[in-house]
């Protein structure tokens, strides 16, 4: 089996203000932690402000470890021949602060982790772009071609669009080389922290859209930057490179399912200007999965499905033809280990969904999207 999204970088491949609150000092202190977790989750369950439970998960799991414990962490609750899908991520243009040690650095570790033949088959990389990083093409394929990472990994809240024109030689490349390409969808999780008309360095005017020009009105950069990874920005993409192998991770996110089994489904008025950021992320991506002019859409439900309540309608899109080939097994390790295991949550959806979808989800789906 394969679980396609997990993490291994710890708290010194992160600027040391990349969530809010401005209580990272604070949650250094273990004592301190789950009371805090606790309370975040009681006051604001669901929501774009539980990313103090998040904050505390990442210190609990990566506080003074390295990527191969958190590895053999993982490795230790699933069966000996399982795979591991390792999204790294480059936060050094998140306008938070420096980041301790660079991401060649990250990247390097997890190459030489590979270099063990007990990890070399095990671990599948996949390399962070930005495109404000210089030569971001030349990082990919070098790690592509030289280090055996196996896709890329985007994440546009960090403070860019995902159809800004810089992308599109990483994605023709990976287009024509059919690398995967996983980028996170769904609202909150980290976001950019600077200036959102740019500072004319380091990035251009972000409330100018890169393909059609419009000016987009300011607010605040939380929820900005869910515009810029809106699964419809991606059409954009496709339009251009239609054989793109994509994956949607988290499947627009916990709040987007709620949202979805609450809400009554409203026909979206797509066209070519900028869709509305706040219809529904799940019927944007099942939209984009069902299109038949793009063959190799896929979503991942990492961190959406420790959620029981969402598990009848994973089940219902599971009997979907459409869907049932396209939806993969992921965890967002270690996002999730607060009060349960990785064990608890993988075993626990397992049962809840049947041998059969699971196998579907964790192995064969899996195996299509990574080729």
Not at 109 to 138: E, S, Y
């Amino acid at each position: 089996m394969i679980n396609c999204h997990i993490h291994t970088f710890t708290i010194d491949h992160v600027p040391k203000n990349f969530l809010p609150f401005g209580l990272p000092s604070i949650m250094r202190i273990k004592f301190l932690r789950r009371p805090l977790t606790w309370l975040s989750d009681k006051l604001w369950p669901f929501s774009n402000k539980d990313q103090l439970s998040r904050y505390a998960a990442f210190i609990e799991a990566t506080y003074e470890c390295k990527q191969i414990d958190l590895l053999k962490d993982i490795n230790g609750y699933y069966p000996p021949d399982t795979q591991f899908v390792v999204l790294a991520m480059d936060m050094a243009f998140q306008g938070a602060g420096k980041v301790p040690v660079p991401l060649e650095q990250q990247l390097q570790d997890l190459v030489k982790i590979r270099q063990d033949d007990a990890w070399k088959d095990k671990l599948l990389p996949f390399v962070p772009v930005d495109p404000r990083r210089a030569d971001v093409l030349d990082l990919v394929k070098r790690y592509v071609e030289e280090h055996g990472f196996v896709g890329v990994k985007l994440y546009p809240a960090l403070g860019y669009w995902a159809c800004d024109p810089k992308l599109f030689p990483v994605y023709a490349y990976c287009e024509e080389k059919q690398i995967p390409i996983t980028t996170h969808a769904s609202r909150g999780g980290v976001y950019f922290k600077g200036k959102l008309p740019g500072d004319g360095n380091t990035y251009p005017n972000l409330l100018k859209h890169p393909i059609t020009g419009q000016t987009i009105a300011s607010e605040k950069n939380r929820l900005f930057c869910n515009r810029l990874g809106d699964p419809d920005q991606f059409r954009y993409v496709l339009r251009k490179f239609p054989n793109l192998k994509l994956n949607f991770a988290h499947f627009g996110g916990a709040d987007d399912w709620f949202s979805y089994l609450k809400n009554p489904w409203k026909e979206p008025e797509l066209e070519d200007e900028i869709s509305d950021v706040s219809e529904n992320w799940v019927h944007k991506i099942r939209s984009l999965i069902e299109d038949t002019r793009y063959p190799n859409i896929y979503t991942d439900i990492s961190y959406t499905l420790h959620e029981k309540r969402f598990l009848p309608l994973l089940n219902l899109f599971m009997n979907n033809p459409k869907l049932r080939t396209k939806i993969l097994f992921g965890t967002d390790f270690y996002m999730l280990e607060q009060d349960v295991s990785e064990r608890e949550i993988a075993l626990a959806f397992r049962d809840r969904v049947q041998e059969d979808k699971f196998t579907l989800l964790s192995v064969d789906n899996n195996k299509a999207f990574l080729g």
